[in-house]
C-alpha cells in the first residue's frame, strides 16, 4: 500500500517526497521501469541515504529514508538565503557525480534549474529527470525549444535552431552556474538576466574563493572548451 501523498515537499512529473513522521520521509518514485528513467534511479546514490524500507510495485518505488530535513534546493535558499563554502563544496561532488555516473550511460542534462536539485541532510541530489536525455558521441540532442534560464551554459546559449546538438558537458557549465548563484543568493537575479550580469557575478564570487579547492573546480566547470571542461575535487 502506497501512502497519499497530500501534502508533498516535491513532487515533479515522477516524484514525489512528503514528510512521513519525525525524521522520516517518503520517497515515492513513478514510472520506474521506463527504460531511461530505470538507468537514471538504479544508478542515484541511494547509498547516501540512511533507507528505512523499500518496496516496489507496479512500475513505482517506495522509500522510507531516516533524515533531519529533505527540502527542495529553491526551498532551502528561501530559508537559508544562501549556501557557504562547504556546502557548495558538497553540492559540486554530489551532483556532479550524478553527472559522470549518468555519461557513462549515455544520459545526460542540457542544462539546469534550481528546482532540479534536493537538498537532504547536506547532500545535494539531482531529482528531476524531465530534461534526461541521451548523449551520442558526446553530443546531446536538443529538440525542445527552452526557456532561457541564467543557468544556461555558452552552447545552450548559442542555439539558434532545432534540432541542435551540444557536447554533453553543458551539464557540467550550468550545474557552476546554479552553485555559484546559489553561494550569492539566486533572489537577486532574474531568470533572463543579461549576459554580462551573470558573468560579473561569477568572476566575484570567484575571486572571493580564489586558490581554494572549490574556486579550481568551478573554474574547470566554467572551462569555455568542452575538451578542457571537467567536474573534479582536488
Known sequence: MYYI???SIYRNNEVSIRKHKKNEYIIIIENIDDPQKQQFWNNFPFDKLDILSEKKE???????VNSEYVKPLHVFLKEQKVINYNQALQFLKDSGDQIKTLEMLNLGFPFFDLKDFIVIDQHFFIMNTDRLLSIVNNQILINTVYKKTVYFSPEMENIIGIPSQINWKASFYSLAYVIVFSM???HHFKQNERKNVVEN???DMLNK???TKLYWALKRCFEKDTKNRHCYII
Open 5 to 7: 501523498l497530500k501534502m
Open 58 to 64: 507496479k512500475g513505482r518505488k517506495e522509500y522510507i
Open 184 to 186: 550569492v543568493g539566486v
Open 201 to 203: 557575478v561569477v568572476e
Open 209 to 211: 574563493i580564489y586558490d
